[in-house]
């Protein structure tokens, strides 16, 4: 069964999603795939223990400090998908890789020699679990600071807060909006 909560933070309101005693969703109100594959009626439950160990990890990333380890989670997408999500949960914190880098490391670990990074950005893109599992800290290999469902200003805010030099990071025109 899904539960959902919900969290204000310095980015806007976030919505979290349990399933079975796990987070399975955090997203920013409005985001691109907002509360996909749940459906808008679902039970809020802001009593349940994966609720409020996550306000506690999100606290603390937004007062600056690395969370340390993240909640449990419970993802639901492709095998794909699954397996560049658990890959972005490796990124350490305050650190960041580009799709070409996620893409190879993918092809090693399934020893079919070549991945494509185009996938690998879809995968990255539909990510359900925003900031905890870091798609922010995924940038493109010529520095564009791309591809964030949360909007490039929550991106590079969160790239700063981390304490990541945003200079070197080429910022796109267009798709800068909260």
């Known amino acids: 069964m899904f539960y959902k909560d919900s969290v204000a933070s310095p980015l806007g309101e976030i919505t979290l999603a349990s399933r079975d005693g796990k987070l399975s969703g955090l997203w920013f109100s409005g985001q691109k795939y907002f509360m996909a594959k749940l459906d808008p009626a679902t039970e809020p439950r802001p009593d349940l223990p994966i609720f409020a160990e996550t306000k506690e990890w999100l606290d603390t990333y937004f007062s600056g400090a690395n969370p340390g380890p993240i909640p449990p ?3 639901e997408g492709t095998p794909f998908q699954r397996r560049v999500w658990n890959l972005l949960a490796t990124i350490p914190y305050g650190e960041t890789v580009t799709y070409g880098q996620l893409a190879t490391r993918l092809a090693e670990e399934s020893e079919s020699g070549k991945m494509s990074c185009r996938a ?14 870091p798609c922010h800290r995924v940038v ?5 600071l791309t591809g964030y469902a949360g909007g490039i200003k929550r991106k590079l805010f969160l790239l700063e807060l981390e304490g990541i030099d945003t200079a070197r990071f080429r910022i796109p025109t267009k798709g800068t909006a909260l």
């Open 120 to 133: 690998v950005g879809g995968a990255v893109g539909h990510n359900p679990i925003s900031i905890i599992l």
């Open 140 to 144: 493109g290999a010529d520095g564009s």
């Open 73 to 75: 989670v419970a993802l």
